[in-house]
């Protein structure tokens, strides 16, 4: 029984290719699910957790850190525009929800996030036959020999099609969201596991799906994993 992590470029249809696969394959699937998992273990909301979710340092926390030292000059980072409209909202996810009490509920800083992530990638390896999408698993999981690492990229003027559309957005936007994208989940990877997002050398299987189509693309995913299969049986 196998796992599967799957690295995606934003545009690359990273994401299509993880749930079909999945369903192909008749694992589970677990994307923003992950976020569910780690705010159950923190006893924080599901928000909190939003908050950290592949970005190389907590935007909250750095902010925080710059209200509580008035001497020092230090601006709001660019990465709070991903997770937060208002600073205040800090204050929000200490609120009762779900059926937790504010009295017992955790406020979650970076480094926990990390520690609780860890162990909710981990557990769920151990479950097998499951598919993680994002959230480092490529590299939580790095030297398991049960583990296919798969990436999808695309050439930019597919992403910038592939975004433009899904989104809404003109070209120009969708560039600039592309490239934000990469930044951030490339500076959260190296981060917090020493890895390079694009290295070739940290995945099994690498899609251009700019160039194969999602049926083959899943067929592929498919393909390692019964081979991985076979040769661990």
Request: proline share 3%; net charge negative; aromatic share 6%.
């Amino acid at each position: 029984m196998a796992v599967v992590t799957v690295s995606r470029q934003l545009g690359s249809a990273g994401d299509l290719i993880a749930a079909a696969a999945a369903r192909e394959l008749g694992y589970d699937h677990v994307d923003k699910g992950l976020i569910t998992v780690v705010a159950k273990e923190a006893n924080v909301s599901e928000e909190e957790v939003e908050r950290f979710d592949e970005q190389a340092t907590s935007p909250v926390k750095q902010f925080l850190h710059s209200l509580i030292t008035p001497s020092k000059s230090v601006p709001v980072p660019p990465a709070m525009l991903w997770g937060l409209e208002y600073p205040y909202e800090v204050s929000a996810s200490l609120l009762a929800e779900d059926g937790v009490d504010s009295e017992d509920r955790h406020f979650l800083d970076h480094d926990s996030y990390q520690q609780f992530l860890r162990a909710a990638v981990e557990r769920l390896h151990g479950r097998a036959q499951i598919v993680i999408v994002g959230r480092g698993g490529q590299a939580i999981l790095k030297d398991r020999e049960d583990v296919v690492h798969v990436r999808t990229v695309a050439p930019m003027d597919h992403r910038i099609r592939t975004v433009r559309d899904r989104y809404g957005v003109d070209e120009g936007e969708a560039e600039d969201m592309i490239r934000s994208s990469d930044q951030r989940r490339s500076a959260y990877v190296k981060t917090n596991y020493n890895l390079d997002w694009s290295d070739p050398a940290n995945y099994h299987v690498i899609l251009n799906t700019g160039t194969v189509s999602d049926t083959v693309a899943v067929s592929l995913v498919k393909s390692a994993v019964n081979a991985l299969e076979g040769t661990s049986a």
